[in-house]
């Protein structure tokens, strides 16, 4: 049983309001990751840490910005949502080495 | 796509036959993964493979890995309806020591019982 928790589980919000989206894990691992997934398709990277206080931007291009104060903890933060920003985030993370990455269940972001 | 191509996009089989997945990359890796989704919930890992090795099996599970040609297969034998979902490949490449993951566009199988 995976011991990463995304909340909140679903989230519908106005254009132009702050958001930030919660990760946790309690498996101690060093490596956390943000994925955006729209519906049917492949999950681009937006954003990893390697440990406490590293952050790097992933393949996808964002507005988004995350912070790495704690090992437990990855949230990401919209400033300002839009309409674009609907997706799927799934965040995720493992252990140093060659290691199997566990995933939170998600939270589906809605900008109306 | 980012690092991984997989086909066919889809496939729909009938329950018993073999399902067979393929992922291709484009760097030097550390490793391959290959991960499931049910209807966009959470990705489950369902095995690792190392740049060193060629072949690797888990129950019903049979993964290769051809680094020459960068490319990986999955197959599942003995499909079940049970094993409906998405299947992706996930690859860290070699030149980044942060850990970082990618996923490829995914392989969405049905399994018609």
């Known amino acids: 049983e995976a011991d990463i928790y995304q909340t909140p589980r679903y989230l519908v919000i106005g254009t132009g309001k702050k958001i930030t989206l919660e990760c946790s894990q309690t498996m101690g691992h060093d490596k956390m990751y943000w994925y955006q997934q729209d519906p049917g398709m492949e999950l681009h990277l937006i954003h990893y840490?390697?440990?406490?206080?590293?952050?790097e931007k992933g393949d996808l291009s964002s507005e988004s910005t995350v912070s790495r104060i704690r090992t437990e903890h990855f949230p990401l933060t919209l400033e300002s949502a839009r309409p674009s920003h609907t997706s799927q985030y799934l965040c995720a993370s493992r252990r140093r080495g060659n290691t199997e990455a566990f995933f939170g269940q998600g939270t589906r972001l809605t900008v109306v | 796509s980012q690092q991984g191509e997989e086909d066919p996009q889809a496939l729909s089989i009938q329950e018993g036959e073999n399902a067979t997945m393929n992922c291709s990359y484009k760097?030097?890796?550390?490793?391959l993964q290959w991960y499931r989704q049910n209807s966009g919930r959470g990705l489950v890992h369902l095995i690792l493979i190392r740049s060193n090795e060629r072949e690797k099996h888990s129950g019903r599970l049979r993964v290769t890995l051809d680094t020459s040609k960068k490319s990986s297969s999955l197959l599942i034998t003995a499909s079940r309806a049970a094993d409906t979902a998405s299947y992706f490949c996930?690859?860290?490449?070699?030149?980044?020591?942060?850990?970082?993951?990618?996923f490829g566009q995914g392989t969405e199988l049905s399994v018609k019982p």
């Open positions: 760097t030097s890796i550390n490793n």
């Open positions: 996930a690859t860290e490449p070699y030149y980044n020591q942060g850990g970082k993951l990618i």
């Open positions: 840490s390697y440990g406490v206080n590293s952050t």
